[in-house]
């Protein structure tokens, strides 16, 4: 049982959402906490999720991802940019108490000309805090292209990051197949290669989910523009293989790819009929 689904709008609520996903063959899915541009979260409808709880625990889906707000940077230059991120950290830990069961993601950030060190300082010490709030949560930091100043495209970055988390027991990875592959992890020609790589530098047992993406970016581009599965630079034999793979499946992965469930449905049913 491989655990697939995409990233779906929860605007009409959990429960509406979970019966979407299950229409289009998925059994997990990718949600924005707040809003990913702004940052304004919607209130928590307590009987909706309840109903989506059940719902999916019939249906035998796995454990859901809660995406953070594009705007949280955590480790800007900016101190009020630093705050705003932070004030959304937290009060995410806070809400993660009341939604379906989810692992938490979010982009470590862009230094903005600081320094990575410096970056990754400022990351640590909000993680540090969200912890306090909600220690039971799962945290997972996302693996990026490194655009620009973006920290987290290097598996030793992430590392560097849990290491000096204090009780970092429940903090973990999100890698993303189109990041990977535009950072300049070969996971088309060389996916074994780079799993071991993530083995020696963080430990498989970190990696907590997957995001499944084609990358309309060539290798190791920097550049994040994810692509329909099968039409990109990847391919669908490197994506099968990604979600085939014996020390992944277990995992939850989930498509971020353009289009809408309609489209997602055929790229989960390409997925999974092979
Ligand atoms: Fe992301
Ligand atoms: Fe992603
Ligand atoms: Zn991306």
Do not use: W
């Not at 190791?220 to 793979?245: C, M, Q, T, Y």
């Amino acid at each position: 049982m491989i655990y697939l689904g995409c990233h779906l709008s929860i605007s009409d609520g959990f429960y509406k959402t979970a019966k979407v996903a299950f229409s289009i063959g998925a059994n997990t899915f990718q949600y924005f906490t707040r809003n990913p541009r702004g940052g304004r979260a919607k209130e928590i409808d307590k009987e909706d999720v309840r109903r989506a709880t059940d719902f999916m625990a019939e249906k035998g889906f796995g454990v859901l991802l809660g995406h953070a707000s594009y705007t949280m940077n955590l480790c800007s230059n900016k101190e009020q940019t630093r705050q705003f991120a932070k004030d959304l950290l937290l009060d995410d830990m806070k809400r993660l108490k009341q939604l379906p069961e989810s692992l938490y993601i979010f982009h470590p950030g862009s230094h903005v000309g600081q320094g990575v060190e410096k970056g990754i300082r400022f990351i640590i010490e909000a993680l540090n805090e969200a912890i306090k709030v909600n220690p039971n949560q799962f945290i997972l930091l996302e693996g990026m292209s490194g655009m620009g100043t973006e920290i987290g495209s290097r598996f030793e970055e992430l590392k560097s990051i849990i290491q000096g988390v204090k009780e970092n027991g429940n903090l973990g990875i999100c890698l993303d197949t189109c990041h990977l592959y535009s950072a300049g992890y070969d996971v088309v020609k060389n996916l074994d290669g780079v799993l071991e790589e993530f083995d020696d530098v963080i430990g498989i047992e970190r990696l907590k989910a997957i995001h499944v993406n084609d990358s309309k970016m060539p290798f190791d581009s920097h550049k994040d523009r994810h692509e329909i599965i099968g039409d990109g630079e990847l391919g669908l034999d490197a994506i099968v293989n990604v979600v085939n793979h014996p020390k992944l499946k277990r995992l939850p992965f989930s498509l971020e790819t353009p289009g809408g469930p309609e489209d997602h449905a055929k790229e989960i049913r390409k997925i999974r009929e092979r």
